[in-house]
């Protein structure tokens, strides 16, 4: 609802990595908001479909960076934390949609 709030279009939320990836297929987000669990699996592999698109993401959990020290996409994202605050959410929101150069933009 924070982003809504803000203007943004959202794609979501999703129940599921395999949800998520679903969504990927059919959508081109600009950006995206990641918890690290969805369901009952890790969702390294949406991190994996963004990064190979260069879509840029953020974590929205209670993990910390040693928590996911094996997974070197979740561990070297911004990790926003959980309780998520309002501002600090729309300032990485801003952040990443700022640093997507779209092809039809000069």
């Given at each position: 609802s924070t982003l809504r709030g803000a203007g943004y279009e959202v794609l979501g939320p999703v129940g599921t990595a395999i949800d998520a990836l679903d969504l990927l297929s059919r959508h081109s987000p600009v950006a995206a908001v990641l918890d690290v669990n969805l369901g009952n699996h890790r969702v390294t592999s949406v991190a994996q479909a963004l990064a190979a698109r260069s879509i840029p993401y953020v974590l929205a959990s209670a993990y910390s960076d040693l928590d996911l020290d094996n997974e070197p996409l979740l561990?070297?994202?911004v990790n926003l934390g959980k309780p998520t605050l309002p501002g600090?959410?729309?300032?990485?929101?801003?952040?990443?949609?700022?640093?997507?150069?779209?092809?039809?933009e000069h």
């Open positions: 561990a070297n994202a600090a959410l729309l300032e990485e929101v801003r952040r990443m949609v700022g640093a997507v150069r779209r092809p039809d």
